[in-house]
T-cell receptor, first 115, second 120 residues
């Protein structure tokens, strides 16, 4: 039972490079989220998706793009990496219909450094 | 504007004592949910407890209880009989439809966290 899988676990980028953080879940969850966590800080919502083809901005979307072509996958794209994007990135998913109490399942995180 | 506020950056508690971690929230959505997560030094996020806005009773899960005061918009986490393994970051989170785009989709936002250290 894999749950939420994120790749890669670690990555170092040079300023201006681009990359895609991968996230996949095998629980048939409709909601998926991307968060970033700066050192010693809380999680800030970047983007989220409520189902295939439907995404919406969170608190800190600038510099990122997402897509959701399938239920399972929710990749996060950084187009022009900047030092301010150095952070730990978490992907999460949950199943939501009427009930509000479905907890988030988290991936193990991607530690990204932009130098 | 910060929707979830955790005013205690760090807390100390003696082993076997109880501790309360504060959380206040702001939403105009009448239907919302409140969560607490634990993040140990290993970095994983561990779900602890959930409280719904329409729940009449405070939620409890083992040594964890949520002191829900709806009128004050507070959802404090109480950990009873603290253990050394409770040392971690604790995050309060809220699921609601948000105030930026009323009627939008539900999303989950987090507070800045409280670092709890349990002293032997």
């Amino acid at each position: 039972n894999a749950g939420v899988t994120q790749t890669p676990k670690f990555r170092i980028l040079k300023i201006g490079q681009s990359m895609t953080l991968q996230c996949t879940q095998d629980m048939n969850h409709n909601y998926m989220y991307w968060y970033r966590q700066d050192p010693g800080m809380g999680l800030k919502l970047i983007y989220y998706s409520v189902g295939a083809g439907i995404t919406d901005k969170g608190e800190v979307p600038n510099g990122y793009n997402v897509s959701r072509s399938t239920t399972e996958d929710f990749p996060l794209r950084l187009e022009l990496a900047a030092p301010s994007q150095t952070s730990v990135y978490f992907c999460a998913s949950s199943y939501q219909e009427v009930s509000m109490d479905e907890k988030l399942f988290f991936g193990s995180g991607t530690q990204l450094s932009v130098l | 504007a910060q929707k979830i506020t955790q005013t205690q950056p760090g807390m100390f508690v003696q082993e076997k004592e109880a501790v309360t971690l504060d959380c206040t929230y702001d939403t105009s959505d009448p239907s919302y949910g409140l969560f607490w997560y634990k993040q140990p030094s290993s970095g994983e996020m561990i779900f602890l407890i959930y409280q719904g806005s329409y729940d009449q009773q405070n939620a409890t899960e083992g040594r964890y209880s949520l002191n829900f005061q709806k009128a004050r918009k507070s959802a404090n986490l109480v950990i009873s009989a603290s253990q050394l393994g409770d040392s971690a970051m604790y995050f309060c989170a809220m699921r609601d439809k948000g105030t930026i785009r009323p009627g939008g989709y539900q999303k989950v936002t987090f507070g800045t966290g409280t670092k709890l250290q349990v002293i032997p």
